[in-house]
């Protein structure tokens, strides 16, 4: 028999008293989170060619020069 317990149950740690809600910050890092995350979800077909963010980064800089550089030209 397993301790895990099941996927509707609660563990004793988690406090969701009426007092406890109240105690919390909305939004506390919010302002942060915004500033320093941008998080993008790759469709699965995407992701497999790329083993880390770093080389999506990579990818994407090269694209943007692209992109640039055909701007230039016609500008």
Not at 9 to 36: C, I
Not at 64 to 69: F, G, L, P, T, Y
Request: charged letters at 35%.
């Amino acid at each position: 028999m397993s301790n895990k317990p099941a996927a509707d149950e609660l563990r004793e740690e988690y406090d969701f008293t009426p007092d406890q809600l109240r105690a919390g910050v909305r939004g506390k890092y919010a302002e942060r989170y915004a500033r320093g995350v941008n998080i993008v979800r790759l469709d699965p077909d995407v992701a497999a060619v790329f083993p880390d963010s770093e080389s999506v980064n990579e990818a994407l800089r090269a694209l943007a020069e692209v992109i640039r550089n055909r701007e230039r030209r016609s500008a």
